[in-house]
């Protein structure tokens, strides 16, 4: 039986979520009251705060062997979130929590798949909640008061989140339609491409394009770990660039790791790999002044790579892909890979571009499973969006 966890840190937080806990089971939805704390509850749980411990990879001494706050604080996410991996009943979740709390609770919540309810109610949800929800769907919800005992405004809070969580857990989404879902990876500068390619493939498939500024590749990639992914066109890494230049829009060092985890099938390409992004030009490190740039508009502005960059750039990618066992079609085109690095182009730099692709040729081991694919065409122009169309379709129907 699926159930609704409730989890806070029943140390410190033990009215209230024995509060919440009783509004889900009165709206007739099973839960699972977890408690997270450090100290002795004070209320009863269902999961102690020990058994929780215990799944920290150094076990549970190292969660509740130490007098320091913040280490504890740490180590009790890290316990957490192994915790969720293991249970297979989980419905819903909904935490409560200040600072502590909320990072300990989001830290489990982030590994969950996509798609599953996860409802935080935070003393800190109206500042900036980018850290604690990251590319996952967590939904923030301001507690406005802080948890201190119950009162009139919190027991309205607690109220609508219990019924916005049943609810969420009563009524769970069901897949619309038959068609699996592929991830696309785009850029102003590859709109063409991957819109083509989208066009060509929507009838068969649930096309979902990200756009590639750090958080739309790591997006992706979480939807390709959670199962929701059939297979992954990935025309726009130009995420690599950010990553490894120090721009505003990195990907991280697990770039890549989705596809060699899961083995979807996989086609790739070199997409905007002429370009780190910054901010407005005053925010540009002075060790790159003097520098090819391209005002993209007033906030954001673009860096050309150059050939030694693009030999590290080239060296990345092939490392990466060469972890990957499944089907693996990476695509170069030979004519330009963006927008302004076609021939007249601000960013035209066949020198820089030959670096890139030499070293990606170079540095892949290539097998009858994992190939590169060399074409005399540029990224957007139509020819090239049909002949990664053709690569997928190759490798998706194996």
Known sequence: MKRVYVVGTADTKGEELAWLAQRIADAGVPVMRVDVGTRAP?????????IIASHHPNGAAAVLGTDDRGTAVTAMGAAFSAFVATRNDIAGIVGIGGGGGTSIITAGMRTLPLGLPKLMISTLASGDVAPYVDVSDIIMMPS??????????????????????????????TEEGGKPAIGLTMFGVTTPCVMAISEQLR???DCMVFHATGTGGRSMEKLADSGLLAGIIDITTTEVCDLLMGGVLPATDDRFGAVARTKLPYVGSVGALDMVNFWAPETIPNRYKGRLFYEHNPNVTLMRTTPEECVRIGEWIAERLNRCEGEVRFLIPEKGISAIDIEGGTFFDHGADT??????????????????IRLPLHINDPEFASAAVAAFEEIANR
Do not use: P, W
Not at 42 to 47: F, K, N, P, Q, S
Not at 151 to 167: D, K, P
Not at 356 to 372: D, H, M, P, V, Y
């Open 144 to 173: 406005v008061t802080d948890f201190a005992g119950l009162n009139r405004l919190s027991r309205t809070i607690l109220h609508n989140a219990a019924q916005a969580i049943a609810g969420m857990a009563l009524s769970a989404a």
């Open 203 to 205: 009838n068969r498939y």
């Open 355 to 372: 670096a890139l692709f030499n070293t990606i040729e170079s540095a892949l081991k290539q097998t009858a499973r994992r190939k590169l």
């Open 42 to 50: 004070t209320v009863d749980v269902d999961i102690a705060a020990d």
